[in-house]
């Protein structure tokens, strides 16, 4: 079997109606809703309703594209695809980490972060505020 990496795009790569098609499987529903309840954060809508000015707004956006890419992650692993190694630019670098077996403690984390803080999804902001940091 060939060696894969799994790559992952930052902000900007988003658009409307990006995660329709996905939602229809049963196990990509159930983890969005496992998200947006993390998260107190209607993903559902921004993957499937939210128009382009919407899903623009950075803290609509990045939650966005990191379930994108943990959704297209855990599809592929279950056909059978495993990265050999995953990157990310931007917020990508998160569902890379995830891609790469990151730990529970750290998802939970992410996934909470927006609920505690919505001004760090603003990286115009001091870097302190940012709920990454230990």
Not at 50 to 64: H, I, K
Not at 86 to 97: C, D, K, R
Request: glycine letters at 8%; proline letters at 6%.
């Amino acid at each position: 079997m060939p060696k894969v990496a799994f790559l992952f795009p930052g902000q900007g790569s988003q658009n409307a109606g990006m995660g329709a098609d996905l939602l229809t499987d049963p196990d990509v529903s159930d983890l969005c809703d496992r998200c947006s309840s993390a998260a107190e954060l209607d993903l559902r809508h921004l993957l499937t309703a939210a128009d382009d000015d919407e899903l623009r707004l950075t803290q609509n956006a990045q939650p966005a594209l990191t379930f994108m890419g943990l959704a297209l992650t855990m599809l592929l692993k279950r056909r059978g695809i495993e990265p050999k190694a995953a990157a990310g630019h931007s917020v990508g670098e998160y569902a890379a980490l995830a891609a790469g077996g990151a730990g529970k403690r750290w998802r939970r984390r992410f996934l909470q972060a927006p609920a505690r803080c919505p001004r760090c999804w603003d990286w115009t902001r001091k870097r302190s505020r940012s709920p990454w940091r230990a």
